[in-house]
């Protein structure tokens, strides 16, 4: 396994790949790994010839008041557990690779990427503006650098992912986008960087938002599929200290509103526990 830093040196070694007509897979990360990602490069590893494994902590698409600062980076560990999947690039930039030296990293200094307003406009967009501007273009850069077949997505970040699959197909790209289920712990939580940040009354606390979207599904299984009861019912399941930030059910297809629940409905949730964001979701 090879740990490269520079871009010129990913491409080099692409170059060898694409001579030896090796299909490529690639799992873009900000580290922290866990179970979840292990599964993505798993799945790059059943798919691809090669897997490559982008950790970069994507500064644009941290606000002003996130946790860019102090978001987990371990890449002593996560890259022991590379090695073990059997990787062959870790590919982990400084900003300064991505980006340049001395660009202001804003649309005055540096192209972007700005994905549909229709999709970017809601959910996670609504509280956190720019962030998915930021991910498509962090994302659209590594597909171009590592000229990968293949990139594999967690089903946590749903929003992201279809965002990710529109700009692929509104722009063309030669690039497969696959999805990969929800990993969760034993006791139901969603396998996230960001756990760590929970206290255990916290943690405890979250359990329950993963609870709500369980029961969610049960109900539609019975026949309900009123959004309304749903919603309330969501609502009596979730502990008091969590501080929802929405619920919401999407046509997985269109990613427009739906009163009625039916196959292929994305029931989506962001929540606090603690200072903690979380997000979660389950698609019928």
Known sequence: MLLLNKIDDVRKNIKDWKEEKYTIGLVPTMGALHKGHASLIKKAKETCDK???????????????????????????DSELCRELGVDIIFAPAPEEMYGENKKLSNNEFTFIYPAYNYV??????????????????????????????????????????????????????INIISCPIVRETDGLALSSRN????????????????????????????????NIMFDTAISILNKDIDLEYLEFRNFETFEKVNELKKNTLIAIAAKSGKTRLIDNIIL
Request: with cysteine; net charge neutral; glycine share 6%.
């Open 196 to 227: 760590t940040y929970l206290s255990e009354t916290e943690r405890k606390n979250a359990i329950t938002i993963s609870k709500a979207l369980f029961k969610i599904k049960e109900l539609y299984e019975t026949g309900i599929k009123d959004t």
């Open 121 to 174: 406009d809601c959910m996670c967009g609504k509280s956190r503006p720019g962030h998915f501007d930021g991910v498509a273009t962090v994302v659209m850069k590594l597909f171009n650098i590592t000229k990968a077949d293949y990139a594999f997505f967690g089903q946590k970040d749903a929003q992201q992912l279809f965002i990710l699959k529109q700009v692929v197909k509104d722009l063309n790209l030669d």
């Open 51 to 77: 897997v490559i494994v982008s950790i970069f902590v994507n500064p644009i698409q941290f606000g002003p008041n996130e946790d860019y600062d102090k978001y987990p980076r371990t890449i002593e560990k």
